[in-house]
Each structure stands twice: as structure tokens, then as C-alpha cells.
């Protein structure tokens, strides 16, 4: 009988696309992937320890399947991703029933590591090691859009975050290693890549060679114009952007190439500069909106996305309010908010300066609602405007409507069949539009 596994992934777009490798690891080792954990024989949690609700969510699922395993003792647990790379040794502790635990670094590893479960021993994986390239296909959710890894790690510092102790030091991979992989995906079909990279404007300043103006030979600019052409491939997408790094050579760059799509996911954190500064981010709000203002006058149609926090530390209501004014000044097309999660091993952690939860909660929430109004008001600019969507999948809601994303990367839903439609680029006229998505029909 076929051997079948199960993951369930928590957290961003790198712990997807690990999991996506995971399951072309156990494809390959013929495994047979199953939708239901309590089938599965082996289930792997890919799991994020970002904020504190993220966590315990990993442990509530992990306690349904220990008592499993206590009926079925074969059945294989493993815990990767970045709480497995927080806790280590302290998760078989907390369950004893696990097999493997291991950080992110270790994902394309996991047949060497299952097989020494297979052997009977009880495995943690986290100390750092060199990434290496991949030989596996990754199993991909999707087949029209691949996430592509260009850096992993992260070197920045910021006061609240986890990210750099769970996912480790830089470390880019060869531009040559990234067209490859772009080239393979063209050829299996996919229509659109999004690069990944924690910081991904710090991609290359780890790999070797400068040019003549003393600038890093591999800059994350270079890197969008060397795998440009690849065929099958068209459209690019990136994220994250760090606008301590970013650069108008950059803006530039993707205005002159086609492919890539005007949008850019820029988390600003903080609207204030006091709590930018304690949070370590090394920018001010000026610069930030300098940053917008440059993409605007160069692409004045870019979609602009960013993440915020409120309730950092020591944080004031004049301190959150001109986090208010940054994004009612700027009028993103989608913002990523959170509460101020306290974090293990970061310094914000503990600070005594702490916004109690009530705070937080009420900031959120009135944060959340500009961010829709603002919302709202960019999608009508595509009201009667005909844009390019990508069709990706079927409307879960509505099986006679298909959806997929324009360039500024807006989720539409039009009528359609997907069995025809799914791959396509499709002209779309937009009828109806909401804070988050778009209606429209097909021209
Ligand atoms: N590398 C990206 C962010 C990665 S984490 C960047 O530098 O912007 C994704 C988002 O989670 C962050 O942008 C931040 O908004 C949020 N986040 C990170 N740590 C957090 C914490 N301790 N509490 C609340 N939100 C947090
Ligand atoms: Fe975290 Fe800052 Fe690195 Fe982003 S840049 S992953 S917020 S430490
Ligand atoms: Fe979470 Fe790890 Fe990503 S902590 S947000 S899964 S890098």
C-alpha cells in the first residue's frame, strides 16, 4: 500500500515555497499526498512563529495528531519551519510523540532526514547550514504562478522580529541557479513567477564580485534583467522590498521591462519616525514617501502594498495617528496590519514600555477600517477600465466564474470556464469593483 502524507503550511510565501519542495521531495520518495491529515501517514506541519497567535495554533493541531499517533504508532510527525527552528530540542519536550523537527534551512533535506526516522531515531535539524541547490521538482499548489526563492535569510535587525533568528544569515542563490529554475517553470507551462527574499533588495551583496563603479556585480536590478527573456515566463513579481534598500534604479528597471508587474510590496511598519527608529528600520516616513512618490512618477499606475504594526512598544496615540496620516496620505491598495506580538529572543520582547492589548486591539481596528476606505478607493479606478488578468483557478464560490489577478495584482472574478480558461491571459472589462477585488467581463 502507498505510504501517504499530509502539510499543512502556516505563515508567508518562503514557507510555502518550502512546502512546495517538501512535497516534491515525498512524491519522489512515492508518497501520495493526501488533503486529509487523518488519513495521512505522515504529516509535516510548516510552521510560523511571526506573531504568538501564529504559534499556538501550530500546537493545537499538533495535539490532535499526538493523540492520533498514540492509536497509531507509525504514523510519522514532523514539525518543520521556523517554530521548529525557535524551540529545537524544547517542541519533543513539549510532544513527545514528534520524529523530526527541523528549521527552514533544512526542507530540501528531508529524505535524508526521514530516513534516519525510518531507521528509528528521534531527529532535530536546526543548526545553520549552507542551502543547497535544489535537484528536486517542488510540488507546486498552483500551475499557473511559481514562488521562486532568490535569497533566504535576513541581516536586518528589526527590534520585534523573528525572521532573522529563525531563517538565519543571507544567503542569494546564482543568478544562473534562478534562470534555470525560471526556465524549467516555463516549460512546464507556469505563466508567472514572484521572486522571494525576506530583504529581496539585499539579493546578491553575499556572493562574489564587484563591478567597475564598485557596486555589487549581483544586485537584485541585475537579477530582474538577466532572467527577463526567459520563454513561457510572463509576468514577474517580487516581494519583500525593504525601503531602507530600495533604489530608483530599481524603479527604473521594472518600468522598462515588461514582464514585471507594477506593483511593489513595501512594508513601512510605523507612520512615525520615533517608533521607526526603536523599531531598528532604519528609515524615516519622509523617505518612505519619497520612495511612493518616485514609483508614482514614474509608473503612475502602480499598485503599492505594505505591511504596518500597531501597538510597538512605547508606542503613542500621536505616534499611532501618524501611522493614520502615512496611509491616508498614501493610499495603498491592500496593507498587511498587525498587533504588536511580543516575540522570544527579540529585544522589543522586553522592553517595560509594552501598549497593553486593549490598545492594540482598538488600533487595529481603526487602522483596518481606513485601510479598506483607502482600498476601496483605488479599486474604482479600474471601473470601466479593461485590464489583463491572469486566470488561475476557478471562483470557489461561483463554479461558473473564474478569477485571477491584474498586473497590480487585484483578485477579479468574470464568467468563464476554467477547463479553457485557466493559463490564459484574458482582457477583462471591469464593472464592479470592492475594497480587495474586482467583477468584470470578458471583452
Ligand atoms: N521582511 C519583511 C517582513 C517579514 S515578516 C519586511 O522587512 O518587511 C512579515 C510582517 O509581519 C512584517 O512586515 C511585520 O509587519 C509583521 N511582524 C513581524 N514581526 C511582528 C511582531 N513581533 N508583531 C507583529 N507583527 C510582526
Ligand atoms: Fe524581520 Fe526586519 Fe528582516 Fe523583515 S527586514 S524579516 S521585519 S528583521
Ligand atoms: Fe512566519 Fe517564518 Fe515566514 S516566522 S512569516 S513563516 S519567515
Not at 309 to 332: R, S, Y
Not at 344 to 364: H, I
Request: aromatic share 6%; with cysteine.
Amino acid at each position: 500500500m502507498t505510504r501517504k502524507y499530509h502539510i499543512t503550511t502556516f505563515g508567508c510565501q518562503m514557507n510555502k515555497a518550502d512546502s512546495e519542495r517538501m512535497a516534491g521531495i515525498l512524491d519522489a520518495m512515492n508518497f501520495e499526498f493526501a488533503d486529509d491529515p487523518n488519513q495521512a501517514d505522515l504529516i509535516v506541519y510548516n510552521t510560523c512563529t511571526i506573531r504568538d497567535n501564529a504559534e499556538q495554533k501550530v500546537y493545537s493541531y499538533l495535539g490532535r495528531q499526538a493523540k492520533r499517533k498514540r492509536e497509531h504508532p507509525d504514523l510519522v510527525l514532523v514539525v518543520a519551519g521556523c517554530v521548529a527552528q525557535q524551540e529545537g530540542e524544547a517542541l519533543l519536550r513539549r510532544v513527545p510523540e514528534l520524529d523530526l523537527v527541523m528549521g527552514p534551512q533544512h526542507a530540501n533535506r528531508l529524505d535524508d532526514l526521514l530516513a534516519q526516522v525510518l531507521d528509528g531515531n528521534q531527529v532535530v535539524a536546526t543548526e545553520p547550514i549552507h542551502i543547497m541547490e535544489d535537484i528536486t521538482k517542488p510540488r507546486r499548489d498552483s500551475q499557473v504562478s511559481a514562488w521562486v526563492n532568490v535569497i533566504y535569510g535576513c541581516n536586518e535587525r528589526c527590534t520585534y522580529c523573528v525572521v532573522p533568528g529563525v531563517r538565519g544569515t543571507e544567503q542569494s542563490r546564482t543568478p544562473e541557479a534562478i534562470r534555470a529554475e525560471l526556465e524549467e517553470l516555463g516549460r512546464q507551462g507556469y505563466k508567472e513567477v514572484t521572486l522571494l527574499g525576506q530583504n529581496i533588495d539585499a539579493y546578491g551583496r553575499d556572493l562574489p564580485g564587484t563591478t567597475p563603479e564598485g557596486r555589487h556585480q549581483h544586485t537584485f536590478t541585475d537579477l530582474l534583467s538577466y532572467i527577463h527573456d526567459v520563454e513561457g515566463i510572463d509576468r514577474l513579481r517580487f516581494a519583500t522590498s525593504h525601503p531602507r534598500y530600495f533604489t530608483e534604479r530599481l524603479i527604473r528597471t521594472c518600468r522598462k521591462l515588461p514582464k514585471v508587474c507594477e506593483h511593489f510590496h513595501i512594508p513601512f511598519q510605523s507612520g512615525d519616525n520615533d517608533v521607526l527608529k526603536a523599531m531598528a528600520r532604519g528609515y524615516t516616513a519622509e523617505k518612505y514617501c519619497r520612495i511612493i512618490d518616485t514609483i508614482r512618477d514614474c509608473m503612475p499606475d502602480a499598485a503599492i502594498s505594505a505591511d504596518a504594526i500597531v501597538g510597538f512598544p512605547g508606542e503613542t496615540e500621536a505616534q499611532f495617528e501618524n501611522t493614520l496620516k502615512l496611509v491616508d496620505e498614501i493610499g495603498f491598495d491592500q496593507l498587511n496590519t498587525a498587533a504588536y506580538s511580543p516575540r522570544p529572543g527579540t529585544p522589543a520582547a522586553l522592553w517595560d514600555n509594552q501598549v497593553s492589548e486593549e490598545e492594540k486591539s482598538d488600533r487595529l481596528q481603526r487602522l483596518n477600517r481606513l485601510v479598506e476606505t483607502k482600498a476601496a478607493e483605488r479599486s474604482q479606478r479600474y471601473l470601466g477600465r479593461t485590464e489583463e488578468v491572469l486566470v488561475e483557478a476557478q471562483n470557489p464560490k461561483d463554479p461558473t466564474q473564474v478569477m485571477g489577478r491584474t498586473r497590480g495584482n487585484r483578485l477579479t472574478f468574470f464568467a468563464g470556464d476554467i477547463e479553457s480558461l485557466k493559463g490564459q491571459t484574458v482582457a477583462v472589462k471591469i464593472t464592479e469593483t470592492r475594497a480587495f477585488s474586482l467583477t468584470g467581463e470578458r471583452v
